[in-house]
């Protein structure tokens, strides 16, 4: 139909307004009405994770916060680096203030000292002015240059809001219950799981699969529509990959999916996390152990194959946090033989070298 035709009906559909072009009209309008109450409900059952959260507080005691000074705002330089690609920012004396990872969230601020200690466990500490928070998106190469950038960067660099490495101290042995507005406890002492009822000896202890909803003891929806409910012999406990998925998932946002799924968003299992997960490889998975791992950064997931009766599998998961005081590589995760998170050495030494149990059975590494 030419544009000559059309403009010679309008005339002819605003005579009839009322009749079939009112029907018309009102049609459209329910119809774009339908639309939006669709897409306004999958926002909302997307943003449900979010909103589940408890909000972000300031750093205090027992947070593993020693104070000291934010870094001040200035002239700032953006490098680019290789292996794996990523954009470093230098102040102009060209200290380090913060690290971005192509195809990752994952960024490490430099800010305030922190010293954490875990007594009960290990003598080792861990003294840094590392702070690992998630980015609003995955950084790319010129990233600086977007709109939320700077306010996000102003706002987080030397900021004092609990960070990853805070946030997982909160569940080590004997740290205090934090409740939500809800009265949910979302922080405090956390276990790895129930008492095995048919364990026989070393491995097999305590019982695995507990999750972050079954710590918080609460149903959980996913963003796909499923919908997990706690086990109350699991409440307060979670699993390595449980702790993990608290950490980064429920505290810090970052997307979770239900089971072992590519996606975006953090698969269930170590196994899952290593294979499927989104985010940048940085020690590769060949089934052998790293010959070298000094491109780890704080925050990093680290894999290990552990337990002989998986197989190939991916058995353990954990949080890779810097050198101790010690100059050792140290990680925190929920292992049986402490019964809950720690980076003590109960159960083998949590360091990344030498030839201990978890070093030995080291094999891959993610960042997020």
């Not at 060209?94 to 690290?99: I, Q, S, Y």
């Not at 940085?282 to 491109?295: H, Q, S």
């Amino acid at each position: 139909m030419s544009r000559k035709s059309t403009e010679r009906r309008k005339p002819k559909a605003r005579r009839k307004a009322g009749g079939r072009g009112g029907r018309r009209t009102l049609q459209t309008l329910v119809v774009l009405g339908l639309l939006g109450t669709s897409a306004y409900l999958t926002v909302e059952l997307r943003d449900r994770q979010q909103e589940k959260a408890p909000p972000v507080e300031s750093v205090g005691a027992g947070s593993g916060a020693s104070g000291g000074k934010a870094v001040p705002a200035g002239e700032r330089r953006f490098e680019r680096l290789a292996g794996p690609a990523r954009t470093v920012v230098r102040s102009a004396d060209g200290g380090v203030l913060a690290t971005f990872t192509d195809n990752a969230r994952t960024a490490v601020l430099t800010g305030p000292s922190r010293t954490f200690t875990e007594p009960k466990f290990t003598s080792a500490k861990v003294v840094t002015d590392s702070w690992v928070r998630l980015l609003p998106e995955a950084w790319k190469e010129g990233s600086e240059k977007a709109p939320w950038f700077k306010d996000w960067f102003d706002r987080s660099l030397g900021g004092k809001e609990p960070d990853v490495l805070a946030i997982s101290m909160e569940y080590l042995d004997g740290s205090p219950q934090k409740k939500d507005v809800r009265g949910v406890v979302y922080a405090g002492d956390a276990q790895f799981g129930p008492i095995n009822p048919a364990g026989s000896g070393a491995g097999d202890m305590r019982l695995e699969q507990s999750d972050f909803y079954d710590y918080l003891g609460i149903p959980y929806t996913f963003r796909d529509g499923t919908v997990e409910r706690p086990e109350p012999q699991r409440l307060r406990a979670m699993d390595c990959s449980g702790f993990v998925r608290t950490v980064f998932g429920y505290r810090a946002r970052y997307p979770l999916l239900g089971k072992d799924v590519k996606g975006d968003g953090l698969p269930r299992t170590a196994d899952g996390m290593a294979r499927l997960a989104p985010g940048v490889p940085v020690l590769e998975l060949n089934g052998k152990r790293p010959e070298a791992i000094d491109k780890l950064q704080p925050g990093d997931l680290v894999f290990f194959e552990i337990d002989k009766r998986t197989g190939d599998r991916l058995d353990h998961v954990g949080i890779y946090m810097g050198l101790d005081t010690d100059g050792k590589p140290r990680f925190l995760s929920s292992r049986e033989e402490a019964n809950g998170p720690t980076f003590g050495d109960k159960g083998g030494t949590a360091r990344l070298d030498g030839n201990g149990f978890y070093a030995a059975g080291l094999r891959s590494a993610k960042r997020l």
